[in-house]
């Protein structure tokens, strides 16, 4: 295998090095933040309003399959218990019924399941750049150079943890614009 010494990231990485090292001595410091999303995520009043606004949502749906579900059971049960008792024209229509009410059931389950999935991805994808712009004003005002996710970084320090900060830009976006702030879920779309 050829290597083209101008394209080896090794040598890239080397050249960075030597370069960073060049610089003046009196050079500040650049000044790294890092940010832990998921606690963003879970603990912003963004967050926390988008996930209640979907568990909202999507109850009514989630106690009708429990509904569903709790009907099969007894079916089932009453199938178990007078099976023996029954004539076999019974018994071959309340299999055929349970049957059929079980694909009923699990084709409803996976439709709930599909909608739950695309709504949260939907408003995860909403949040995350709400946070995002969050994030970037913050690093702006305190004047950080870089801010790294902490879903990335190996090792880090409390003190570089701007997590904390962040959430309380967060809440006071939230307490300025109303619960939820500009997080707000959207309104789903009418089925």
């Known amino acids: 295998m050829k290597c083209s010494i101008s394209s080896h990231p090794v040598v890239w990485l080397i050249a960075a090095c030597g370069l960073l090292a060049t610089l003046p001595a009196w050079a500040d410091p650049p000044k790294i933040g890092v ?3 998921q606690r963003l995520f879970t603990e912003s009043p ?3 309003s988008m996930l209640e606004a979907l568990r909202t949502e999507f ?5 009708s399959l429990q509904a569903q579900q709790q009907a099969l059971k007894a079916k089932n049960d009453t199938l178990q218990k007078n099976g023996a008792t029954m004539s076999d024209d019974q018994r071959v229509r309340a299999e055929k019924e349970l049957r059929d009410g079980e694909r009923d059931f699990e084709r409803a389950r ?6 739950l999935t695309a709504r949260r991805n939907e408003e995860m994808s909403r949040l995350q750049r709400v946070l995002i712009e969050e994030v970037r004003n913050y690093a702006k005002a305190q004047n950080y150079d870089v801010v790294l996710s902490g879903e990335a970084v190996i ?3 409390q003190a570089d943890d701007i997590t904390p900060a962040i959430l309380a830009a967060l809440q006071a976006r939230a307490t300025t614009h109303g619960a939820a702030g500009s997080a707000a879920p959207a309104k789903p779309k009418s089925q």
Do not use: L, N, S, W
């Open 46 to 48: 963004q967050g926390k």
């Open 35 to 37: 940010v832990d999303p």
């Open 110 to 115: 996976g439709e709930f399941q599909d909608d």
């Open 59 to 63: 109850a009514p749906r989630e106690r």
């Open 155 to 157: 090792y880090q320090t």
